[in-house]
């Protein structure tokens, strides 16, 4: 707990009458507190309380009690001096170390200042663990890369009318040692965050290259595309086009047979000179698609970016109040710009027998086939090409 200010006092009004307030302060404090509880000067103009709680909401309580106790005003050398504090508050079993204790209750003590001073916080434990984790997961990241535990699997887009995979998306997983098989969801934001994204996405990148290769000798009956999902820090950074090329170059892998995804939402957010990088890649025959489409881009994008397919999610269809009108309105613009339509995310047989119906041409989602790991894939498109 610090007092508000106090240094204010001391500076106009000596420090005999700042010694007062500290004795009025400590005296009104104590008034709240019961017997059992320790207050303590630390320095200067700060405090500390230590009080065994049994409800979780007694910290609050004492910390309101303490506030309220600074209210009225001090009288020092005839006038009226308004004090208020700030209080961090820290909660701990007695397996806590004090100064662990004392030193999360600093941390919250001074949010409390920077949010207004006169309040309390409570030390946010959650952040502490985030920040923890988030630095664990780093770490856990860079090695994985190092040893190999990331992996691609592949969700096939069909064309409707005959259910051919015309493409196969690369989705990553991490093969975790001890967790299993790990998400993107679990683990990309992390990345990201760590400035890892690009090193990733290269491996990504490498990877689904080398894939997109080893099909094209295997079936060559089939000339499947394999699409890429890009993240923000990869589409921005100005070493993609090398990053590709080196792909390219290593994995003997052609780049008309790789599709670059990126969201609409990271597209309308683009610099200029990301856009006009990511519209020279059209010179190296790559195509681009603009996933979790929602039909709000600027034309002039569209026109910009070798934009090879526009990837729907089917909930932004099946939700919107007129779904016929919306897919309707989709078609028509798409078809006009000569861009194809892809559904994602169809769950079940009946959403896939209305996407048809509706006239779409291009799904992908779980009615179809769910993200397979390479040999499963491989299979599958083996299958698919001997029918
Ligand atoms: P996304 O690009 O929208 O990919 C589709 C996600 O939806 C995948 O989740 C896929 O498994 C899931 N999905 C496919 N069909 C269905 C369906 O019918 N129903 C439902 N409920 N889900 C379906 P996943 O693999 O967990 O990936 C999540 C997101 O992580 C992707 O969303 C993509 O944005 C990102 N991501 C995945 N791999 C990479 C990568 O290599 N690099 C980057 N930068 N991002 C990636
Ligand atoms: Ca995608």
Not at 16 to 32: K, N
Not at 58 to 87: C, H, K, Q, T
Not at 215 to 223: H, M
Request: glycine share 6%; charged share 25%.
């Amino acid at each position: 707990m610090d007092l508000d200010r106090f240094k204010l006092v001391n500076d106009s009004l000596g420090h005999a009458a700042g010694d007062q307030l500290l004795v009025e302060a400590s005296r009104r404090f104590q008034e709240c507190l019961r017997s059992t509880d320790t207050l303590a000067r630390l320095a200067g103009d700060e405090f500390a309380v230590l009080a065994e709680v049994q409800d979780p909401a007694d910290p609050a309580r004492i910390a309101e009690r303490l506030i309220e106790a600074l209210r009225p005003p001090f009288l020092l050398n005839g006038e009226e001096v308004y004090m208020s504090a700030s209080i961090g508050v820290a909660v701990g079993d007695w397996t806590r170390r004090p100064e662990d204790l004392l030193r999360e209750a600093d941390t919250a003590m001074y949010r409390a200042k920077a949010a207004g001073r006169n309040r309390y916080q409570y030390f946010e434990e959650a952040m502490h663990l985030e920040a923890v984790r988030q630095l664990h997961l780093e770490g856990e990241i860079r090695r994985a890369l190092e040893r190999g535990e990331f992996v691609l699997h592949y969700q096939p887009v069909v064309r409707l009318q005959d259910q051919v995979p015309v493409e196969m998306e690369a989705l990553i997983r991490w093969r975790h040692p001890r967790d299993g098989l790990r998400l993107p969801a679990e683990f990309l934001e992390a990345a990201e965050r760590a400035g890892l994204g690009p090193t990733l996405g290269a491996w990504v990148l490498g990877e689904a290259c080398r894939q997109a290769r080893a099909w094209a000798t295997r079936i060559p009956q089939s000339p499947v595309v394999v699409s890429v999902n890009l993240s923000a820090s990869q589409v921005q950074d100005p070493q993609l086009p090398d990053r590709l090329t080196a792909a390219f170059q290593t994995t003997g892998a052609s780049p008309r047979t790789l599709r670059l995804e990126v969201s609409e939402r990271v597209l309308a957010s683009l610099p200029p000179e990301a856009l006009h990088r990511l519209g020279r890649l059209g010179s190296l025959e790559l195509g681009v698609h603009v996933d979790d489409f929602h039909n709000s881009l600027a034309p002039d994008l569209l026109q910009w970016l070798p934009i090879r397919a526009l990837k729907v999610p089917w909930a932004v269809i099946s939700t919107s109040p007129e779904p016929r009108q919306a897919a309707h309105r989709l078609l028509t613009g798409a078809r006009d710009r000569r861009i194809p339509v892809v559904v994602k995310g169809v769950e079940d047989p009946q959403a896939l027998e209305e996407v048809a119906a509706m006239g779409f041409e291009y799904a992908e989602g779980f009615a179809i086939a769910r993200p397979m790991d390479p040999e499963a894939a491989t299979a599958y498109l083996l299958g698919v090409n001997g029918r």
